[in-house]
């Protein structure tokens, strides 16, 4: 298929990157040194919500090792403002955050002022010299909380309202014959990638050139809105990707420090170097998650879905950032799932409060929705009396159905349907492995002290974001293969991937292939990684450029060896005739340059899908959850490296279980975060969830890109919340208790327990 050999796509290739990560030899920003080279330190605000009154850095300044300390007022002229990338609507405009505080802060981590010293250490302990002077403000933790608007263009604190939807919710539910709401929530956390950010600067006066290293996911757009920011050409501007310690979408994004630190560089004509330790990284990343709903579903007492009624609001935090607003509206746009689902109706409010600005986060909206409505159809089966699988069954969207549209959702895209897929198989698969039939007595049961549940969730999600990709082959002197793409690495096996694509398709030897991604000095044009799209658009952009470049090789060893291109095949490094003779690889790149440039340009997106599962225990004394096995099957249309995929679920449902039952970022009533380190933030560690499994499956390839492929990858993450909190509540069901709210701690658990106790003192 879509001329692939098949010789590698397909197959569990060990990763190319892994031999340099194993071994010690991979490059961090942080391992980087240059002569010269200064160390950034910045100052954060320690309150919420205040006026700056003053800011006195004299004492630092005189401090020895101290380079120089910037504030607003350095920067000549408006102070810039971080623009937006993703979801830009006009409401936004007002609450985008400017790059360093000017005369206000609006959370605890705001940067202040930017120390430049010697060493590290000198430049913190300058920061303990500067004398910020604050008129104190009430902080906002919520909705409602205060009636003060935090910023003085807005009559309060709603950065967005909108309503979307399909169909008429509101006869849907006039004709129902059962209907039910509940409120749900997902707290705050984030992803907390091992590597922390980092940059380093370097200013060139001679040349006016700017290098910064250290970027990542979205190298050229970054670029362009620097060079705006600093008066500079695109050109005059490098951004350089290295090795990166994860990403998962909250690394990469336009940052305030990706300002300040090449403004410091170019300031005192030196590298600077900037590494976030872990307590800045935890209140100056983006947050995440963090959403409540209010879910009405309108139904026929035989469990056909009629209609879906909802609203969604969303902490956005103290700002507007690059890419925040896309967590509310995949929130609404997701809530209808794998569902045939007529009528629609939500509406989405953004609030802004005393909080780190939030930003996309694996799954961004998608963990949400799914919990919110998959939690909804499990009370639905409950009170109608009907199997938690049956009920999916019946109203799942049937393959005959597809492409299914669910237009109207979100207002800065436009029509969209879910295009290929069999929702019903792959949910039957999940039951299989589950063993749904046969586990289905132990429902709440209480064996050995704890009860058991199993649950259900499924899901639909999509990736592949366009607009376009591109890539960059070149055939080297010594016969080897030089893969350039515009897409980013944050760690999940892209060079492999497209190694593999780029092998099969010019028939070079894997191990003779290098690829390079994601800095501006690559292509001129790239889009980085994000929304799934590294191996739809990157993949099919290199696979774009490997055939462009297999007809210029076959071309010229026409030409040398006077044989018709039909003839002639590229094997073991040689193109060989159907004669018998043949010329090298590494000959004809002597004789002439060759390369070839590819696109991949696509604006429909993948949409892969799948169902989770998971058999869990809660002991009622002291509401601790084990999981005893999970299962999520997904099919992703077409599997380049099955390993990668499979190692991409594992990861994702790990990282979803601390969404459940570990991570949450906790403030107090002053917006002051409570656990800003790794002694009080809790995340899940390999031997927490030793039972998990992922099935992949390539059912339905997508029709949208040459490779068959899906977003991957968070597929693996969507869903944990809605299959797992479903457990839970199954395994609690003979108690009376619901299971509305996460992370789902012993704490909360045990509470509910108690309270249901209380309510009904005779459950067990």
Not at 238 to 255: A, K, P, S, T
Not at 446 to 461: A, K, T
Not at 690 to 715: I, M, Q, W
Request: charged share 20%; hydrophobic share 45%; proline share 5%.
């Amino acid at each position: 298929m879509n001329n692939i050999s098949q010789l590698l796509v397909g197959h569990p290739v060990e990763r190319m990157e892994d031999a340099r990560f194993l071994s010690g030899s991979g490059v961090f920003v942080d391992d980087l040194e240059r002569d010269g080279m200064l160390h950034a330190a910045i100052l954060r605000s320690s309150i919420a919500h205040a006026d700056i009154v003053s800011i006195d850095a004299s004492a630092a300044l005189r401090m020895p090792g101290v380079h120089t300390v910037i504030t607003a007022a350095d920067i000549a002229g408006e102070v810039p403002v971080i623009p937006l990338r993703l979801a830009p609507l006009p409401e936004f405009e007002p609450f985008r955050q400017p790059v360093i505080a000017i005369d206000k802060v609006r959370y605890v981590g705001e940067p202040i002022a930017v120390v430049v010293a010697d060493s590290r250490a000198i430049a913190e302990d300058a920061l303990e010299a500067i004398d910020v002077q604050f008129e104190v403000l009430s902080a906002v933790t919520g909705p409602g909380v205060t009636e003060d608007a935090l910023f003085a263009c807005a009559d309060d604190n709603v950065s967005l309202r909108y309503s979307a939807g399909f169909g008429d919710a509101d006869a849907a539910f006039a004709s129902a014959d059962y209907v039910r709401t509940e409120r749900f929530s997902v707290q705050r956390h984030t992803a907390l990638p091992m590597e922390t950010r980092g940059l380093l600067a370097e200013w060139d006066s001679a040349s006016a050139r700017l290098v910064v290293t250290g970027a990542t996911k979205v190298t050229f757009y970054n670029r362009r809105a620097l060079a705006k920011m600093l008066d500079l050409r695109q050109d005059d501007i490098d951004l350089i990707e290295i090795d990166v310690g994860g990403g998962f979408g909250v690394r990469g994004e336009f940052y305030p420090e990706d300002f300040l630190i090449p403004f410091a560089a170019r300031k005192l004509a030196r590298p600077v170097k900037w590494i976030e330790d872990r307590r800045e990284h935890l209140m100056a990343i983006n947050h995440s998650r963090d959403v409540a709903c209010e879910l009405s579903i309108a139904c026929r007492s035989d469990g056909m879905m009629l209609g879906l009624r909802g609203a969604v609001f969303s902490d956005m935090g103290a700002y507007i950032r690059t890419n925040g607003g896309v967590v509310p509206a995949k929130a609404a746009q997701f809530l209808p799932g794998p569902y045939r689902i007529p009528n629609v109706s939500v509406s989405v409010e953004a609030f802004m409060t005393s909080k780190t600005p939030v930003g996309t986060y694996r799954g961004p909206g998608r963990f949400e929705a799914n919990f919110f409505r998959e939690r909804l159809i499990d009370m639905v089966a409950s009170d109608l009396g009907i199997d938690a699988a049956e009920i999916r069954r019946k109203n799942l969207i049937t393959e005959a159905e597809l492409p299914y549209p669910i237009d109207g959702l979100v207002p800065y895209e436009g029509p969209t349907s879910y295009d290929t897929g069999n929702y019903v198989e792959v949910f039957e698969r999940a039951l299989l492995e589950i063993g749904w039939q046969d586990k289905r007595h132990l429902q709440g049961k209480m064996i050995d002290g704890v009860r058991h549940g199993i649950g259900l969730g499924c899901f639909v999600e999509s990736g592949g974001a366009g607009p376009k990709e591109n890539a960059a082959l070149t055939l080297e002197r010594d016969g080897a293969l030089t893969v350039a793409v515009g897409s980013s690495v944050l760690g999940q096996g892209l060079e492999t991937v497209l190694g593999q694509i780029a092998s099969d398709t010019l028939s070079i030897p894997f191990d003779r292939i290098r690829v390079l991604h994601g800095s501006t000095t690559l292509l001129d044009e790239g889009f980085g990684t994000y929304h799934s799209r590294a191996v739809v658009m990157g993949g099919s952009a290199v696979l774009d450029a490997a055939k462009k470049l297999r007809e210029r090789i076959l071309e010229q060893a026409a030409n040398r060896l006077g044989r018709p291109n039909s003839e002639l095949t590229i094997a073991d490094q040689h193109v060989v005739a159907a004669n018998g003779a043949s010329v090298s690889l590494a000959d004809l790149a002597a004789e002439q340059v060759l390369s070839a440039d590819g696109t991949f340009a696509n604006t429909t997106r993948t949409y892969s899908y799948g169902t989770h599962a998971a058999h869990v225990t809660v002991d009622p004394r002291t509401g601790r959850v084990e999981i005893l096995d999970y299962v999520a099957v997904e099919d992703v249309g077409r599997a380049i490296n099955p390993a990668i995929v499979h190692g991409q679920a594992i990861g994702a449902i790990v990282q979803g279980l601390g969404g459940v039952f570990l991570d949450h970022l906790i403030y107090d009533e002053q917006a002051q975060l409570l656990n800003a380190s790794l002694a009080d933030y809790l995340v899940p560690t390999a031997s927490d969830f030793p039972r998990l499994r992922a099935v992949t499956l390539e059912l339905r390839p997508s029709l949208t890109n040459p490779l068959g492929a899906k977003g991957a990858g968070e597929g693996g993450i969507v869903a944990v919340a809605a299959a797992t909190a479903n457990a839970v509540a199954a395994a609690l069901a003979p108690l009376g208790v619901e299971v509305n709210h996460l992370p789902l701690t012993p704490p909360r658990l045990w509470r509910l327990i108690k309270d249901a106790r209380d309510r009904t003192p005779t459950a067990a």
